[in-house]
């Protein structure tokens, strides 16, 4: 019984993630969208939403790497976890830009084009590492 409380907590937890992940995808949707006149659609949004969401759900609780206690102190273990250093440089991209997005649109600022398409690729790039960080993760496993 325990055990199915434990899952089903984990499957809420990373649901909610997930939901996360979606809001920043349309903040950022929203501000693309509404600056770059080809990507005012719903198709757009619903892009954004989904790599939001794909980003969050595998790449915010990656699991860890498996830990030897005969590898301490050898150049094995003191490498980089690179799917930890993925997710968290990717997760503060993400929610980076969707916080910026946010402000604009709360301030009704008009930022230059460049700035909106600094923000695009600064999402993607966020969400991308999320996901590879998170299937780098799962595989591993």
């Known amino acids: ?28 949707g929203a501000h693309v969208g509404s600056s770059v006149p080809w990507l005012t ?5 619903l892009l954004m939403m989904l790599s939001g969401a794909v980003g969050f759900y595998l790449g915010i609780d990656t699991p860890p790497r498996p830990f030897h206690p005969h590898e301490e102190g050898t150049p094995a273990a003191k490498r980089i976890d690179a799917p930890e250093f993925l997710s968290a440089v990717g997760t503060f991209l993400a929610t980076l830009t969707a916080f910026v997005s946010v402000g604009i ?18 999402w993607l790039t966020g969400v991308a590492m999320q996901i ?3 299937t780098i993760a799962r595989v591993r496993q």
């Open 41 to 45: 659609n719903q198709g757009f949004l």
């Open 105 to 122: 649109i709360i301030l009704r600022e008009d930022p230059h084009i460049a700035w909106t398409w600094l923000i695009m690729l600064g």
């Open 1 to 28: 019984m325990r055990f199915r409380v434990r899952k089903f907590a984990h499957v809420l937890e990373r649901s909610g993630l997930s939901l996360a992940g979606a809001a920043c995808g349309v903040f950022v």
């Open 132 to 134: 590879v960080a998170g």
